[in-house]
């Protein structure tokens, strides 16, 4: 655990008077919680602007598992590349279709073209990025 | 100008100085005034995501001038329209291609469905609406 | 597998030249492949503005094992929410921190509350959501 | 005008029906236009993720015009900077406030700088940046 540090911060009344509402309507139990996540999101979007940082990402597709190669090209993915394929989690959808979450690590510019590539193979139907700033949030 | 009110927060020393840092780069003058902008960046997104909100919406259209009927649809719209049209830019950016800013006010929802019918147009290339909550920045 | 329908359309020539470019980084074998691609996006991203469609969901989570409650929570809300969850993966960051993927199935509206109140819990530094739509992927 | 290539697209039935509703309720003519957009929208964000690309920018703040030095700020920016201030739109908002748009031309990188001086600016309550790419816009 880090060293806590106090500041202090001024806000219009009304400003304030909003966001507590708003905090209390997303569950948050303090005011600093919910400032220490916006500050934590600011930080992680910054970094994950620039291609070299280390990130952690989850690459979600939908897939058809019958007319695809994508497991195939998986399994290759997660042994052959630079980047650490950490882990994968499998979701059987419906008949057609599979859900597939593949947990990668490494910088953020190998992540997204590895990713690229996923969601441009036959059969992906649909695919998103999550991606997670590691650099400050393993250290924060 | 609304009556001010100081909280205190405590954040991780790490997160701090790397908050303060970014900040720094971004131009803040001070930790204050660069939460209070976060604040309310997350009340804005919140308050837009529900379709009856008031907001003002600055919607920027590419179009090429030569194939279009886009500039009568733009004077129609701006008259007629339950929205109120307050304004609008236009700007010459090539031989072939202008870019039109028009800024709406009213709910969100009906300044996204105009929005849409613009974008939609032929000779429309491209465009983009910002929308900005005045609910609450009017009175904070 | 639905039967297949062929559409014909008229692009300017630079227009195709700059798309064939592109995808052809991006890793695509045909341009058919390409468009159903943006066309499931823009299908994907409609469906997910109503708050009463169907979706699936990866909520990422980061967060310091040592100081929450987050397991315990995500065990309760595995199990007693209307949200069906299909699954989680856990993935071990570092000393202090986790990655934790939850696949979630149910309404749009319902799964961004759940993910809402992970989001905020004391010890979740991060977190993001990821969301499919399963009403027309399921069938298309 | 460009000359114009016709190309064929397969799609299955069942995504094609849900397309043209989509497309339908949005006031497309022709699908043809609906996935031209589609594929320009690909082409802009794709250019704007490159730092070098040429682009054109409404920036729209809203901003206190009592507490700030943002008028003077603005004129400054639009005549000595390495950016192409085009031009600006001045609406007011109500007693407090008024949202300033304005249009910049010039390398993504350099917009997205003077977009942040701006943003983090004393007084300036919120801001977005809508970026559209001319390198291809101009002459597709």
Same mark, same amino acid.
């Given at each position: 655990?880090?060293? =806590?540090? $106090?500041?202090? @911060?001024?806000?219009?009344?009304?400003?304030?008077?909003?966001?507590?509402?708003?905090? *209390?309507r997303q569950g948050y139990?303090? /005011?600093?919680? *919910?400032? /220490?996540?916006?500050? /934590?999101?600011?930080?992680?979007?910054? @970094?994950?602007? +620039?291609?070299?940082?280390? *990130? @952690?990402?989850?690459?979600?597709? &939908?897939?058809? %598992? %019958?007319?695809?190669? =994508?497991?195939?090209?998986?399994?290759?993915?997660?042994?052959?590349?630079?980047?650490? #394929?950490?882990?994968?989690?499998?979701?059987?959808?419906?008949?057609? +279709?599979?859900?597939? @979450?593949? &947990?990668? $690590? !490494?910088?953020?510019?190998?992540? +997204?073209? =590895?990713?690229?590539?996923?969601?441009?193979?036959?059969? =992906?139907?649909? !695919?998103?990025? +999550?991606? &997670? #700033?590691?650099?400050?949030?393993?250290?924060?």
């Amino acid at each position: 655990m880090d060293k =806590v540090e $106090r500041i202090g @911060v001024s806000l219009d009344k009304k400003l304030l008077s909003k966001f507590d509402s708003l905090i *209390a309507r997303q569950g948050y139990k303090s /005011r600093s919680e *919910a400032i /220490r996540d916006l500050v /934590r999101q600011q930080l992680s979007s910054e @970094v994950l602007s +620039n291609p070299k940082a280390h *990130a @952690v990402a989850a690459v979600c597709l &939908v897939y058809d %598992h %019958h007319a695809t190669k =994508v497991p195939q090209k998986l399994i290759e993915l997660q042994h052959s590349h630079l980047l650490q #394929a950490i882990s994968s989690l499998h979701v059987h959808l419906d008949h057609h +279709n599979c859900l597939e @979450v593949i &947990v990668l $690590r !490494g910088p953020v510019g190998r992540i +997204n073209k =590895v990713a690229e590539s996923l969601l441009s193979m036959k059969g =992906v139907k649909l !695919g998103k990025i +999550n991606l &997670v #700033a590691t650099e400050h949030s393993s250290d924060s």
